[in-house]
């Protein structure tokens, strides 16, 4: 199947920068999307950021935009969130997410990594 792991989170000063990283792997046939999700402790997990394969069309969320960047790597089925001018309220679980074709699979599915913590103070 496939698998996602998240690399890159920490604790940072308001301001700071971080990058995060997740690579997926397992019998994967195709990615037609990656994107970075997060969730606050009692609060609803949202959508940070999210590229697509095909047409590399971004989606950001409002409170990120201009501070954070996704990117991709393609031949590494890697994708990059890196974070910039960071708030105390970007803290939270970072969770890595695709949509992916699996081998012997004939429809599309969707994965999600164990998440990663950004912590944002001073």
């Known amino acids: 199947q496939v698998q996602l792991v998240e690399s890159g989170g920490g604790l940072v000063q308001p301001g700071g920068s971080l990058r995060l990283s997740c690579t997926a792997s397992g019998s994967i046939d195709s990615i037609t999307a990656m994107g970075w999700y997060r969730q606050e402790p009692g609060k609803q997990r949202e959508l940070v950021a999210r590229?697509?394969?095909?047409?590399?069309?971004?989606t950001y969320a409002d409170s990120v935009k201009g501070r954070f960047t996704i990117s991709r790597d393609s031949a590494k089925n890697t994708v990059y969130l890196q974070m910039n001018s960071l708030k105390p309220e970007d803290t939270a679980v970072y969770y890595c997410h695709t949509y992916a074709y699996v081998s012997n699979l004939y429809a599309l599915g969707d994965f999600w990594g164990q998440g990663t913590q950004v912590t944002v103070s001073s």
């Open positions: 590229i697509t394969t095909r047409d590399e069309s971004i």
